[in-house]
């Protein structure tokens, strides 16, 4: 899904349905040539693309026929089985091993390989602020622009997850 606000934006993002950005198109790169524009227009048009992607969620269901009834249905209760008070212990340790291996929940940091730009994904979110070398900026084409915010992206991502 890709926001287009009929080509007066600076650039376009493209995401996916998780709302991560999967590509960036650069319309006017002397609108972002400044790492202050940068951010700002990435920031808005993640906005236009999740108010795009939302409108076309809502296009896409149609409301079709009654709703389902509700039907009462008596829940027969079982005692616990014995040794079930361990699963709090159990679950407790395994926790505190999976913090261990993913690493302490926060903000993920993603650097493009040319190290030019960098993303800081907010706590649970897909989408975060956008750093970037302000003499490095001037000079780039907006394929390069792309390529990098694409980049520094996908490593925040892939640091998060992994």
């Known amino acids: 899904m890709a926001a287009d606000r009929g080509g007066d934006a600076a650039l376009r993002i493209e995401i996916d349905d998780t709302r991560r950005v999967t590509g960036v198109v650069v319309r006017d790169a002397d609108a972002v040539a400044t790492p202050e524009a940068l951010d700002a227009a990435v920031a808005a048009a993640y906005s236009e693309a999740l108010a795009e992607a939302a409108a076309s969620r809502r296009v896409d269901r149609p409301r079709t026929g009654a709703r389902p009834v509700a039907v009462a249905t008596l829940i027969e209760k079982a005692p616990p089985p014995p040794g079930s008070y361990d699963r709090h212990r159990i679950r407790e340790e395994g926790r505190h091993t999976r913090a261990l291996r993913r690493g302490e929940p926060g903000i993920a940091v993603g650097i493009s390989t040319n190290e030019c730009v960098t993303v800081r994904l907010r706590p649970a979110s ?37």
């Open 126 to 162: 897909s989408f975060g602020s956008v750093e970037s070398d302000a003499g490095w900026l001037r000079t780039a084409r907006p394929d390069s622009i792309e390529r990098a915010v694409t980049e520094a992206f996908a490593a925040a991502y892939d640091r998060r997850d992994g």
